[in-house]
């Protein structure tokens, strides 16, 4: 399983990204950008990890094209190296079965809407938001401290 991977570069990514909003410095930033990355190769829940950092860096700072594009960059490099990365596995025909299965209930929904399959996806989305809420809020409480001792 990918459960110790996954988690163990969660915290080193959020750990950077922690660095990156005290110190301000690039290399912290790339190595979030990074670490994100080989998340994302393990479970491609890990998007979450920069799309939280693209929230809080928009929150935090003026409202300016350079700190939009510092915040969306990373989101945006991870959503088209994982297509990328997809598509190598496509390619290659080493596309496991079950990859994407649950965005092709998603598209079944969206093109065929349904209650019962409404209900259901309302299930994924609550279970996964607290799962990841769970594994997250202590790294998000920490940041906090971090941003509100500024």
Known sequence: MTDVPFVSLSIIGIWFAIRFFERRKSTDYF?????????IFCRQ??????????????????KTFKNFLSAVFPVLLLLI??????????????????????????QKIISNPDIKDFKRMVFYIVTSFTEIGFFLLPIIIAMYNILCKK
């Open 31 to 39: 190595l979030f950008v990074l670490f994100s990355f080989l998340t």
């Open 45 to 62: 829940v890990g998007i979450i990890v920069p799309i939280a950092f693209a929230l809080m860096w928009l929150f935090e700072n003026k």
């Open 81 to 106: 190296l994982l297509k990328t990365f997809k598509f190598y596995l496509l390619e290659t025909n080493n596309l496991p079965a079950n990859y994407n299965l649950k965005l092709g209930i998603l």
